[in-house]
DNA sequence: TTAAAGATTACCGCAAGGGTAAGGTCAAGC
DNA sequence: GCTTGACCTTACCCTTGCGGTAATCTTTAA
């Protein structure tokens, strides 16, 4: 199957695709015509990565879970492993972003938004008095 | 002031207030030996910059912030325009994270994490039956 | 005097591809 | 046979926001 199927079928695009020949995570077959050529294992992975990035999983850990799914003498425990470190990581973004939420929604209460220059958003921002 | 020394007091690092400058984000004077000299109002501009930053506007945007922060007859409302993008920018941001973390969570619990290759996790990314 | 500390510019690198150019290939319609 | 359009190829530059390193001044302290 070609490059633009592949893409369609696994939800990643072409460019993707590509991309993962180009750094050595997935390399398709190639036609006579010098087309890359898919078969339905690679799809299985292209699958596989699309599903592990879309969790947040970066394209390295892809490879070490791509690596493990490949492994019949893996432990399950190594698996966990990447993703409870992956879980952390979330957590810990989620934190940053509430802590932003918290901050913008305070700078956003505070400003009339009106034709006025008169601006508490800038204020604070300038280090103005809290409260 | 020299450049560390801004750096320290700002809050950002030496490398950031080199990068601010190429991007003419902040130009600062120059000593008569050539080095970068911060003025007071500079460090206020830096300060003001470090706390965008960290809110989590872009360097593009903090750009904008500064923009209104020094025009007199500037409208609260671009202000507060700002913010309220950069708000929901976060929430889309927070509703991404949380889905992965609850993905994330369900594929931890699911696997035994011991010495056995049987993996549930691996099962999952690789389009495994769901229950 | 000399060595350490701090400054300068310049360039390469990251993640994960997106965009575009210049060109080969293939299938359909005339 | 010919052309057109859709698809493929490689190659190279662009993005964000700096970090790291090198080679080269300047200043400061011992």
Redesign the interface.
């Not at 592949?6 to 015509?33: C, D, F, W």
């Given at each position: 199957m070609n490059i633009s199927r592949a893409a369609q079928q696994s939800g990643l695009t072409v460019k993707a695709l590509r991309y993962y020949e180009s750094i050595h995570l997935l390399q398709p077959g190639r036609s006579a015509n010098g087309y890359r050529d898919y078969s339905e294992r690679d799809l299985?992975t292209l699958?596989?990565i699309q599903?592990?990035r879309s969790?947040?999983f970066s394209v390295e850990e892809v490879r070490d879970?791509l690596e493990?799914?490949q492994?019949?003498?893996?432990?399950?425990?190594d698996?966990?492993?990447l993703?409870?470190g992956?879980?952390e990581h979330?957590?810990t973004?989620?934190r940053n972003?509430?802590e932003?939420?918290t901050?913008?929604?305070d700078?956003?209460q505070r400003?009339?938004?009106?034709?006025?220059?008169?601006?508490?958003?800038?204020d604070?921002?300038?280090?103005g008095e809290h409260d």
């Amino acid at each position: 199957m070609n490059i633009s199927r592949a893409a369609q079928q696994s939800g990643l695009t072409v460019k993707a695709l590509r991309y993962y020949e180009s750094i050595h995570l997935l390399q398709p077959g190639r036609s006579a015509n010098g087309y890359r050529d898919y078969s339905e294992r690679d799809l299985e992975t292209l699958r596989f990565i699309q599903r592990a990035r879309s969790v947040g999983f970066s394209v390295e850990e892809v490879r070490d879970l791509l690596e493990l799914h490949q492994n019949p003498s893996r432990r399950s425990h190594d698996a966990k492993l990447l993703v409870l470190g992956k879980l952390e990581h979330v957590e810990t973004q989620l934190r940053n972003l509430r802590e932003m939420r918290t901050t913008l929604r305070d700078l956003a209460q505070r400003c009339a938004g009106d034709e006025s220059p008169e601006c508490a958003i800038l204020d604070r921002l300038a280090g103005g008095e809290h409260d």
